[in-house]
């Protein structure tokens, strides 16, 4: 299908640019030290792989809540990097084929990765690649065969490889012993109070003296992603009427509005 | 087969506007104030989905006690929409099918949407689409790991999507973690005595005297699909001679003959 | 094979009234008033769906132990309805049919019936057709989906559908949603003392002082199939002689011979 | 193989009298009131088949523990019943078939039957038949379904069938609803001390002092078929020498040699 | 492959001598008096099967702990019967063969055996045949059904057939009803303290004065397979430089080199 | 792929000693007495095959935690034997095969291996040959059986065979009794203080000064790859700039930067 067409214009060099910022739709934000530091660490890990000799093969796991901006991160690595082979593994391409298809691709990328001196591949929301349920419990045992594997097989002389994964259920990936398969392990958290006022003064929707009231009705730690979707929302009003005058600054986002949504969005 | 002949008639652009009728076959009563704040909000999500860029995909996922009327809404929400793509997913339509051939007929759907700028995609009894039933538990996994991706998937540029879906299962579908791959999640009640009493008042089969005490006799909620049955039933007398004597307003119903039908219906 | 064959005579139009005899073999005797009064229940429905526009589509569950007259009832229903199209379907006339088959004969019955304006489809023992054994539990979980969406699927406009099912599991059936899913639920009892009596009066085979002696004997409720089981047994003598004699009333059956009965068949 | 040749003589028309003397090897020995009555019952159920209008259809389940005798029983039932149709269903005629082809077979043999005015089925060892394993525990739910349609399916006019079953673990049977689908069950003992005692007198090779002891040293019931067993062995002597002169009666069975054997059949 | 095809020369006829041969590398070695009284009653069984016409079958299972000699034992009662057929069927001859061929491979030996007059068939380490594994536990239902039927199948008229079966699972074949159908069931045991010293002063590897320490340092049973394999490692010294010497009793092992192998061993 | 290639280069003779040296990037660093006397073990064994006429079979399983050195240590046996057949069974040889296929595979290494007159085969990271996954728990039992065959199968005269297994999960292989079939178990362990700090002080990229501290802060056991990991991450610096000028001895590890390191790896 669509998606599909797009990541398979340059299949043998990974994935566009193009293809990579659709995995940040709503761009970087700034959201405090905590990401910014987790980024860092990212990009070193990037610098290992591209200078030492010695470790021809780095993996790291990003896991955190759903929406906490796991994806994004990645994809934003993968940019930023200017490795010639960046590559997503995402279940989205992937609708509907059986097991041996998905780890067929897998493999296939895996094994183009290693053709290029410098290389990223991105396991994305690897319970889904996984067709994982908690019921049961049921997964894909061939895919997770695979990836237990390829996390781990060394590239052969001259090639570099880092493989960045994501997931919300790391506890998942840890009874499968994936999670420990990976060399390093990174949390990527949902806003605390501070980050979510620092984000939500950033979209500048709210009027200065309800800013304090909206941040006080977010009682919990909240993911980016899902922040950013009752934000907008809000800004669309009742009826859709106020998005435009909102979005020019020319009004501000109705407190009442915007408690509506939250119990909505939080249920 | 016949239904499924009839859905096909305009496969690229969705149901027509009959088909979607077929899922509220005795209309749309006035039911009180819950329902009527349910279908607002449903619409708010419409609009958010027409006119918001930063949202081009939003989901929302109906869900009560059997016969509470989730189909009906989410059919009333797709008319009056008036997107040109509206499309109603219903186990009714794949009787007998392989998981495979669901599968692929589900995203051969949603395929289909994002290929008009706006578009419904409704997901009718998703319990029924996944095959579950409690003993075991069993369900189709692939019809599952198939909804997790579609339901998260960003439309390309331009394109917008609104999926709706229906079940009275929803403790189920939140061990699966699908409902909470949903942005919204409302809850479609039975009614109570007051919404109750206001229904059968409309269908004017009862004698004023009795109007207390009929309601009376129903001493839980009442879905509403379940409380037209028994209306209707009652509403036959013994022999199916009643009928159109009551419909006429020559008759009216007899209590005794309408709590013999509660017991067979409220077992 | 022959029973099939039997059936298959007027496919499009459902079983004849012949086939549906044999599913009474024993005929319908006088059980007392709640077997009259289910009855008169049964036949309610069948002038609901001929005559009233909003219930196109309506279904009965009969449940009750082993031997109780279920699939009889169903098939006095199916004859006096006089509709034009009454269809059993039986897992005898589907021996050793693989699951998809079993789906498929089930699912071109139902699209047969509504092409006909009025139709009564019978599911007899229901546990059968979804190949129910306790150990697991195991069960077809195909033909249960099927069975789940045709049972609820509202006929085409100006066609109506009555559909009665038979089971002695019906806990089973409510545990797979399957109960709920049919509106009414009918239970078809065994027979108490006074019903045995009047059964075991009518067959005429006991001296009158033995009579009450024979009813006492039998301390537990008793399903008709059964009963009628061993007083044919005990109407036998030991070696076959008294068959013939007792049936031209010149003989009574032995006391002794029918304890002896009471205990095989009893165990 | 050669066991399904000479079954397959005259397929038609079951079993020929040969055939059904290869499952009584030891022919039947007289073992006491028990064993006789048992037998008795069995034939009065063939004249009821045979005489009997309202009962074209019987079934009867021989169970009992191991070696007990059930086989060469079900065997001479149908070798005295002279009807036109005797077949045994054995799982030693269908080892390594598929559960699909076991079924078939099985049906088949009953359409046969009902082409025969006057058939007995032998349903052998219907635990191997159904492939059952206690662990797990495991079986084959197709032929079982077959199995529970079949017992109870009604022939068409004017042809009678008896359906005998064997089995040593009715309570197997029980938890799969099969034993209950059998009109009457009936259980064939493992001999007790005096009935030991008839069948070892009978068999002449032990000195007249020493039957008591040998008896005595037996303290638990023993089936039939292990009795015969150990005899057999503690006649061959230690190393096969005295097994003539035994069988002569020119020698008697040493009691430590006996007790030897005991203990190695006797684990 | 290769072992196969030795076993292959002569498949109407079973194994040859030499191929019995291999199931007993190390020889028989005298290992007191519990082993020489198995092998005695073994070898009655075989005279049995020769001689009795009423035990046309006869049944023997060889139980005990791994590597307590249970296949030497088995192929030696085949060497020393002198019977014309004597085929051993083992996993090493099925490596990677499916469910199915495996049950066709042992039916078709069975079938086999019994047309030659006398005839043995050795079951050798049942579990592999089974495919055993205690977590699930998973076996092959397919190869136990046809193990539990030919283990009790009467061979034709004139044919004489002893099966010998081999596990060091017993309580697992008893769990599946398997144990139970072998008529004889004797154990195979690892050896105690003086048995030991037998086969170690048969080796004649030990100086006198250590003899009696190394018996000392195994404190609990020993299987004879583990006993000469330790004795073997402890024969080559570190280095592998003792080995020919003390063959040709020019040294003595040395007794700390022989409690590290023990430690290696019998971890 | 490319791994395959690398290894199918001399198929019928095992790996080349290229292939081998893959398995210890790193190489055989000094790491203490334990490690020590592991190496001499297995080279006993070599010896042991290569020499003794009675043992032409040997298994050996190297257990211990992941990353502890067992396969660089299997490769080092295979290497030093001089052995003419050396072959490396690895999963990564087999990714997305079929359980058929591995199992093919694993058994023609073995065909192979005893036709040459000494051979290893190394068992690399049995529970990944498995497939073996701790959820249900999974694995192929196809695979399991065939290596619990192909271990303990003698090989033809005049063949020898080692065979070495490694594993992480060792009380896994015990519960399927496939530890138990190896001859000799050995442990490979993670390294105590003492070896660490051989390990490390050999490294040289500490301040003599800062040694001690960095040993204090590793407060477990840590495996030899482990360390070697987080090493080179430290030796790396924060953006990639201190690691040539480390590797030159011309700058030392950032004590801090080697905390944070530790932080990210054990987590
Ligand atoms: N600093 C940031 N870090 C990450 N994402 C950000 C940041 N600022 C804004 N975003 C936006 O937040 C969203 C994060 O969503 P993303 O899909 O990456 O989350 P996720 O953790 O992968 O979710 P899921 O668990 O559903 O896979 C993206 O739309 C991204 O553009
Ligand atoms: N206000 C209302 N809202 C919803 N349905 C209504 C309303 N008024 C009348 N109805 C009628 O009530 C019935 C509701 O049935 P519907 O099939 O929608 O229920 P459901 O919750 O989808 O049931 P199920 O759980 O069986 O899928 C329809 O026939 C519809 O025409
Ligand atoms: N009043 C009656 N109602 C029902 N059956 C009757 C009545 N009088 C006589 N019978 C006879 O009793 C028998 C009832 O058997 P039927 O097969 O209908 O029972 P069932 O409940 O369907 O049994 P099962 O649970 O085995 O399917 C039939 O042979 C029927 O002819
Ligand atoms: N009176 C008797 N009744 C039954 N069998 C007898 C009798 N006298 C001798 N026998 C012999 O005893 C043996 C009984 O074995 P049979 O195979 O019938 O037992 P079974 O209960 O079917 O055993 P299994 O449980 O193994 O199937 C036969 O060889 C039969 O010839
Ligand atoms: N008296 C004896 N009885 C049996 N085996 C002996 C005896 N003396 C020496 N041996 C040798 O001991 C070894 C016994 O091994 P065998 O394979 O028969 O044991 P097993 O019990 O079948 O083992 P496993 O449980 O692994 O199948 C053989 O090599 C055999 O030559
Ligand atoms: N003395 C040593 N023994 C073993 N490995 C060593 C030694 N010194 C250095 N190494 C290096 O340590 C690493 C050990 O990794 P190896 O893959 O052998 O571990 P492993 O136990 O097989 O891990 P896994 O459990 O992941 O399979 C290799 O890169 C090897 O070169
Ligand atoms: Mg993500
Ligand atoms: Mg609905
Ligand atoms: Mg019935
Ligand atoms: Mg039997
Ligand atoms: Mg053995
Ligand atoms: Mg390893």
Same mark, same amino acid.
């Given at each position: 299908?669509?998606?599909?067409?797009?990541?398979?214009?340059?299949?043998?060099?990974?994935?566009?640019?193009?293809?990579?910022?659709?995995?940040?739709?709503?761009?970087?934000? @700034?959201?405090?030290?905590?990401?910014?530091?987790?980024?860092?660490?990212?990009?070193?890990?990037?610098? =290992?792989?591209?200078?030492?000799?010695?470790?021809?093969?780095?993996?790291?796991?990003?896991?955190?809540?759903?929406?906490?901006?796991?994806?994004?991160?990645?994809?934003?690595?993968?940019?930023?990097?200017?490795?010639?082979?960046?590559?997503?593994?995402?279940?989205?391409?992937?609708?509907?084929?059986?097991?041996?298809?998905?780890?067929?691709?897998?493999?296939?990328?895996?094994?183009?990765?290693?053709?290029?001196?410098?290389?990223?591949?991105?396991?994305?929301?690897?319970?889904?690649?996984?067709?994982?349920?908690?019921?049961?419990?049921?997964?894909?045992?061939?895919?997770?065969?695979?990836?237990? #594997?390829?996390?781990?097989?060394?590239?052969? @002389?001259?090639?570099?490889?880092?493989?960045?994964?994501?997931?919300?259920?790391?506890?998942?990936?840890?009874?499968?012993?994936?999670? =420990?398969?990976?060399?390093?392990?990174?949390?990527?958290?949902?806003?605390?109070?501070? @980050?979510?006022?620092?984000?939500?003064?950033?979209?500048?929707?709210?009027?200065?003296?309800?800013?304090?009231?909206?941040?006080?009705?977010?009682?919990?730690? #909240?993911?980016?992603?899902?922040?950013?979707?009752?934000?907008?929302?809000?800004?669309?009003?009742?009826?859709? @009427?106020?998005?435009?005058?909102?979005? =020019?600054?020319?009004?501000?986002?109705?407190?009442?509005?915007?408690?509506?949504?939250?119990?909505?969005?939080?249920?």
């Amino acid at each position: 299908d669509f998606l599909q067409a797009l990541q398979e214009v340059k299949p043998a060099f990974g994935a566009s640019a193009d293809t990579l910022e659709r995995y940040r739709l709503n761009g970087m934000l @700034e959201c405090g030290e905590r990401h910014r530091h987790l980024k860092a660490t990212c990009m070193t890990l990037v610098e =290992q792989v591209r200078k030492s000799s010695k470790t021809p093969l780095l993996s790291c796991l990003l896991e955190g809540p759903s929406g906490s901006g796991k994806t994004a991160l990645a994809a934003t690595v993968g940019l930023e990097s200017e490795f010639p082979f960046v590559k997503v593994l995402s279940a989205e391409t992937m609708v509907g084929l059986s097991e041996v298809s998905k780890s067929n691709m897998i493999s296939k990328v895996f094994d183009d990765a290693v053709k290029s001196p410098l290389s990223i591949v991105v396991l994305d929301d690897i319970e889904r690649l996984l067709e994982y349920v908690a019921i049961g419990p049921r997964f894909s045992n061939l895919v997770l065969q695979t990836l237990l #594997v390829l996390i781990k097989r060394t590239p052969p @002389e001259g090639r570099k490889l880092l493989v960045v994964g994501t997931t919300s259920r790391s506890e998942v990936l840890e009874s499968m012993d994936l999670a =420990q398969a990976f060399n390093v392990n990174l949390n990527v958290p949902a806003l605390k109070q501070d @980050e979510i006022k620092q984000v939500m003064a950033g979209q500048n929707i709210f009027a200065p003296h309800d800013l304090d009231r909206a941040v006080a009705a977010l009682d919990q730690e #909240v993911p980016i992603k899902r922040l950013l979707m009752v934000l907008e929302m809000a800004a669309q009003g009742e009826e859709g @009427e106020d998005a435009d005058l909102i979005r =020019q600054g020319a009004k501000k986002v109705d407190l009442n509005r915007f408690y509506d949504c939250l119990q909505q969005v939080f249920v």
